[in-house]
């Protein structure tokens, strides 16, 4: 895990005996795992920052190969445990909280740093054994806290109606973090005791973080996603038992032993690794119908798929059906991703035309606006889109998943169940990235692309996903791929008040004007039914023929007009009726001149998404919270994301525990020396910034490739693993380099690539978009490489400054950057849903600044005191 925000350093003291005193390990401003920083030798750290180790000379001693194979596989374990969480909450919670669990990992690092500070010289055992007890409590801990935390009675969907679950959240947190601290706190121990050696522990842990993003994804492929943290523990205790070989005396019979039996515990006892999923997510809530059975489940590192059958109770899942519809819906079998759905698979005899039903579906208004079209679907998922499509007439249809499960499940064991639709002559399926395949080449002319956008919930649980298809860069690229009277069908949830849908034609209305399609008007028809709404686009106006079929479509059915060009306000509402017109106000307000002014007006966040905002589910606005909040006792708070809500409430809580457990405890160092004429404010204030602009700089990458690499998890492993290695070239060379430079020279580079990743992230994301996997991952490592390298260098510099102009606000400097990366990594996430990402890279470019600014005017005001 590279020992991250970590540092050891050695330094030689006067005398004749040159005793070796490292500095001990404190939360630096990088983000994950641990890094290690050689910065420096220290010459004036007050006596009580030093551990003096007469037995064990860091200069004189070498750590053993076993030693540093049991750095790197803790290091390892580490970051995969980092990882691995992401995966595990998006399972039993609604999210992949990557940014809590990166806040949370800093958490526990910052504590481990605080606490070999504080209470390090205490400690009598030798770094061998105490490696292997904290790798052995690493491997115990990191299931055993998660099965703990799973056990905590914390439901998201009471934050808008109770105080408890604030509570129960902090004290999750808590317990995952604790893993983390372990892991901190043994490898930061061998960097105390080995500090002449730090090359080499370096090169171990950094080989080790490498080493534990990729052990991550493969423990999701070979493993059930419940055996997973199972896996790294037994990682964990191959290092304590390495360690335990390296031990000196009786002690070591016993440490491997106990190694042994966790090894073989972990890997073939029933430990607790059940998952214990959120109650109110779809998936326990159908198995909780009579009848209803998991019949199969898979898993990999895109998610856990679970197939429910239920021969009593059979789904029968149609989204926006005719209140007259006529049809009987199929059986059909319920698909759970990640526990969320479901994802309908029917049944449907081979050789038979598609069940009549989707005709009478919202979503089925395209194919009746064209003639056998060559149709696109965007997410076809169990099948029924594109039996939808063949039954509307499609001669050619292209389905694009991104799940292999659920591709492999219709494909293998529902294979007759579904009729064998995926084998259909006309049907062409690829199984990869839906964004990905519009925008690569060669391209070819589809007559409808039909996107579904009811995967997330109407509720507001999925306010903080990122929604690639649905962004106006995504929008222009699908009319891009259009035939000259094609068309662009995206069917969502109605809620009241309106919130999607006007977003969505708010991000298409931008897209067109991209085009240079202005005024758009007469291109769109929109229908809704009783909860679901269905907004059809074409790159040609919509011809007097069509808008006649869609208004025959729609009364056929009792749907709602919402616009369709040439309608007045008395043809919307008249069947689902619901007090105002609000859906077609909405429209024409969108449509007419004053579109701007009425997007910042409207009492939610209608802003059109886009790669750099692409947090399309989350509409709510800062400015209107009082009013909100104001109607909380008649249920307004309700018309808050519940998702979001989550961000507000881990940054504060992030501020107050990163106090408690990385500053106040500097409380107990005795100070003993005085001050040389450094404000502590000013120094504070720093170290602050650069912590902040870390782990803004690294969230905000992240969020960025997330759509360039087509799902949260590859774009945490591959960006993390890139700044852990690239961040560390740069602290290394920090400490190679004289300690004269100023700390401005790497902060202009910072501030001048910064500059070019926000100008060319536009231009470069359409491209990246539509090249090989290989390609995106190698471009993601260029992309971070350069201002990694340079992010790894002010941290360094600074502190080698404050050292000689006040050693004894070192430990409080350390503190105070290990408390700004815990919080930016929240705050990144904050920042970026409600200005976008480039406005985090800028923000986090300006802290760089500000922080170069601080040192300069501590080393002024030194030099007039002096």
Not at 122 to 141: G, K, Q, T, V
Not at 285 to 302: H, M, T
Not at 654 to 664: G, T
């Amino acid at each position: 895990m590279l020992l991250d925000r970590h540092v050891a350093e050695g330094f030689a003291s006067p005398g004749p005996d040159r005793r070796w005193i490292a500095a001990l390990p404190i939360p630096d401003s990088r983000k994950h795992p641990i890094r290690t920083r050689v910065a420096g030798k220290l010459n004036c750290l007050p006596g009580r920052f030093r551990v003096h180790s007469s037995g064990m000379n860091g200069e004189n001693q070498s750590p053993s190969l076993l030693m540093l194979f049991a750095v790197a596989i803790l290091s390892a374990a580490a970051i995969g445990y980092e990882i691995l969480l992401t995966r595990l909450f998006a399972i039993v919670q609604w999210h992949h909280f990557a940014f809590m669990v990166i806040s949370i990992a800093l958490l526990g690092f910052g504590a481990s740093g605080t606490f070999l500070l504080v209470l390090g010289d205490r400690i009598r055992l030798r770094p061998e054994p105490f490696l292997a007890l904290a790798a052995l409590a690493f491997a115990l801990a990191a299931p055993s806290c998660f099965a703990i935390a799973q056990r905590v009675p914390f439901n998201v969907l009471e934050f808008p109606w109770s105080l408890r679950p604030f509570g129960w959240l902090l004290l999750v947190e808590l317990l995952i973090a604790v893993p983390f601290f372990l892991a901190a706190t043994g490898i930061g121990r061998v960097l105390v005791v080995f500090g002449g050696q730090l090359s080499r522990v370096y090169a171990a842990d950094l080989l080790g973080a490498g080493t534990g993003a990729i052990a991550a994804v493969c423990l999701l492929t070979w493993l059930p996603a419940e055996r997973t943290l199972d896996g790294l523990g037994a990682m964990a205790s191959i290092a304590s038992g390495l360690a335990a070989v390296s031990a000196r005396g009786r002690i070591r019979p016993a440490l491997l032993s106990l190694a042994v039996i966790a090894f073989v515990g972990l890997v073939f006892g029933a430990g607790p690794n059940e998952l214990r999923i959120s109650p109110f997510k779809p998936l326990p809530q159908a198995l909780r119908v009579a009848g209803a059975v998991p019949a199969e489940i898979r898993s990999g590192p895109l998610g856990q798929v679970v197939a429910v059958e239920n021969d009593q109770v059979p789904l029968r899942w149609a989204p926006g059906l005719s209140l007259l519809a006529r049809e009987r819906v199929p059986e059909q079998v319920a698909l759970f991703v990640d526990a969320d759905g479901p994802i309908a698979v029917p049944r449907h005899e081979t050789g038979n035309t598609p069940p009549p039903y989707l005709d009478e579906l919202t979503s089925a208004l395209p194919y009746h606006l064209l003639d056998r079209p060559r149709v696109l679907v965007l997410g076809p998922g169990g099948g029924a889109a594109v039996l939808q499509a063949l039954g509307g007439g499609a001669r050619a249809v292209d389905a694009v998943e991104i799940q292999p499960h659920v591709v492999a499940m219709v494909r293998d064991r529902y294979r007759d169940f579904t009729g064998r639709t995926y084998e259909h002559p006309a049907v062409n399926l690829h199984v990869g990235d839906p964004r990905a395949f519009v925008e690569a080449s060669p391209r070819k002319a589809y007559d409808l692309i039909q996107v579904d956008a009811l995967g997330a919930s109407p509720s507001g649980l999925h306010a903080l996903m990122e929604e690639r298809l649905l962004t106006s860069e995504s929008l222009r690229a699908m009319l891009g791929r259009l035939s000259p009277n094609g068309l662009v069908a995206v069917t969502g949830w109605s809620q009241l008040p309106p919130r999607g849908g006007p977003r969505l034609l708010a991000t298409f209305l931008e897209a067109f004007s991209s085009e240079g399609i202005v005024p758009a008007e007469e291109h769109f028809a929109w229908i809704r039914s009783w909860n679901t709404t269905t907004l059809v686009a074409g790159r040609s106006p919509l011809s007097g023929t069509r808008i006649a079929a869609v208004r025959s479509f729609a009364d056929a059915r009792a749907f709602d007009l919402i616009h369709v060009p040439g309608m007045n306000a008395e043809e919307a509402n008249r069947f689902n009726v619901v007090d105002g017109s609000w859906f077609h106000a909405t429209a024409s307000r969108l449509f007419g001149p004053e579109r701007s002014s009425f997007i910042r007006d409207y009492k939610f966040d209608i802003r059109p998404a886009s790669d750099d905002r692409p947090y399309f589910w989350s509409f709510f606005k800062w400015a209107h919270a009082p009013e909100i909040l104001a109607l909380s006792r008649q249920g307004g708070i309700g018309l808050v994301a519940i998702g979001y809500l989550v961000l507000p409430v881990t940054l504060v809580q992030a501020v107050v525990v990163s106090v408690i457990l990385i500053l106040l405890p500097l409380l107990a160092v005795r100070r003993t020396e005085g001050a040389r004429g450094v404000r502590r404010r000013t120094a504070l204030a720093g170290f602050t910034c650069l912590g902040l602009a870390f782990l803004l700089m690294e969230i905000a990458f992240i969020s960025r490739f997330t759509v360039i690499l087509s799902h949260p998890l590859h774009a945490l492993v591959v960006v993390l693993a890139a700044f852990l290695a690239f961040a560390g070239i740069g602290s290394w060379l920090a400490g190679r380099l004289d300690a004269g430079i100023p700390v401005a020279r790497p902060v202009a580079g910072i501030v001048v690539i910064a500059a070019a990743y926000i100008a060319a992230f536009p231009h470069v994301t359409n491209w990246l978009l539509g090249v090989s996997p290989s390609l995106k991952i190698a471009a993601a490592v260029a992309s971070v490489a350069p201002i990694a390298t340079l992010m790894g260098m002010p941290f360094p510099l600074s502190l080698a400054r404050l050292r000689r102009l006040d050693p004894r606000l070192v430990p409080w400097a350390w503190g105070a950057n290990g408390c700004a990366s815990v919080i930016g990594a929240i705050l990144a996430i904050l920042l970026a849903i409600q200005f976008g990402q480039s406005f985090v890279i800028g923000c986090a470019a300006l802290l760089y600044v500000l922080a170069s600014l601080s040192v300069t005017r501590m080393e002024k005001k030194h030099r007039k005191r002096a």
